[in-house]
T-cell receptor, first 113, second 117 residues
Framework: SQQGEEDPQALSIQEGENATMNCSYK?????LQWYRQNSGRGLVHLIL?????REKHSGRLRVTLDTSKKSSSLLITASRAADTASYFC?????????????FGTGTRLQVTL | GAGVSQSPSNKVTEKGKDVELRCDPI?????LYWYRQSLGQGLEFLIY????????KSGLPSDRFSAERTGGSVSTLTIQRTQQEDSAVYLC???????????????FGPGTRLTVT
């Protein structure tokens, strides 16, 4: 079953603009991760935020986490055409030495020149 | 170093046939995961292996699906008596437990696109 639901399902912006994607989930989590997928194939890990963190940055990426609302957002600043991809949030509710991710349905981002 | 590899990249099979999908994780990674992604959908967890522990099979959709991991490395996902609803991209991922401290990010292979006709 899907834990996370991304919003919007699709987003089209122009190069240079910022893109914001949101993710909502249902259960308590250990951490939340964002992945990017190009051309319907393998996923690439972008960033991880732990349940005790509220905000995290990596390059042009900014992730926020609000555990009280069970939601996260991914902001991509100064977008580029190469950012065109599907973006998925994934929640990890595992404890101990296990990491089983539950993925959302994804946001398809289109960045045009 | 080499990433996660999967074979075949594409597989077309007739309904009712058995198929085997292979995953070679990153060397040294102790955890291996299988996911399924139907067209335009998110990833659905199938099964994961962690070291010598019993695998977590909670995501397998039916008893036609099975997986094994030999020698703590290569894994094979087997689908028996394939059905058209099995058509999807099957993705494998691995992750590394470095010196007792768990690393949560997963490294994905390119996937196997399975089409059941």
């Amino acid at each position: 079953s899907q834990q996370g639901e991304e919003d919007p399902q699709a987003l089209s912006i122009q190069e240079g603009e910022n893109a914001t994607m949101n993710c909502s989930y249902k259960t308590s989590i250990n951490n939340l991760q964002w992945y990017r997928q190009n051309s319907g194939r393998g996923l690439v890990h972008l960033i991880l935020i732990r349940s005790n963190e509220r905000e995290k940055h990596s390059g042009r990426l900014r992730v926020t986490l609000d555990t009280s609302k069970k939601s996260s957002s991914l902001l991509i600043t100064a977008s580029r055409a190469a950012d065109t991809a599907s973006y998925f949030c994934a929640t990890d509710a595992s404890t101990g030495t296990a990491s089983k991710l539950t993925f959302g349905t994804g946001t398809r981002l289109q960045v045009t020149l | 170093g080499a990433g996660v590899s999967q074979s075949p990249s594409n597989k077309v099979t007739e309904k009712g046939k058995d198929v085997e999908l292979r995953c070679d994780p990153i060397s040294g990674h102790t955890a291996l995961y299988w996911y399924r992604q139907s067209l335009g959908q998110g990833l659905e967890f199938l099964i994961y292996f962690q070291g010598n522990s019993a695998p977590d099979k909670s995501g397998l959709p039916s008893d036609r699906f099975s997986a094994e991991r030999t020698g703590g490395s290569v894994s094979t996902l087997t689908i028996q008596r394939t059905q058209q609803e099995d058509s999807a991209v099957y993705l494998c991922a691995s992750s590394f437990d470095g010196r007792g401290r768990w690393t949560y990010e997963q490294y994905f292979g390119p996937g196997t696109r399975l089409t059941v006709t």
